[in-house]
């Protein structure tokens, strides 16, 4: 079995569902595609998703990219953050 480069799982929150892999190093947080500052914007969702590698003083050693769909931008918001927790 082939050695992965990162981790993965799955966060949901009400209709929302993300696919989230978190890699190792420095790289862009991105959402669909998108960097997640201007998929999420606002200092305040910023601060939701930016949480879990806060906690874990890991913002420096890590980075994610999701791919979300369903519900809203909160929701989708809440999937990203669970499957990166």
């Not at 500052?37 to 606002?42: D, R, S």
């Not at 969702?45 to 590698?53: D, G, I, N, R, Y």
């Amino acid at each position: 079995m082939a050695k992965l480069n990162y981790f993965y799982a799955i966060g949901k929150r009400k209709e929302s569902s993300a696919r989230v892999r978190v890699f190792r190093g420095k790289g862009e947080n991105t959402v669909n595609g998108i960097s997640a500052e201007k998929y999420f914007p606002g200092k305040v969702s910023e601060s939701v998703w930016k949480k879990p590698f806060e906690v874990t003083e890991t913002s420096e050693k890590y980075y994610f990219s999701a791919k979300v769909i369903g519900g809203g931008k909160q929701g989708q918001l809440d999937a990203v953050v669970n499957g990166i927790a």
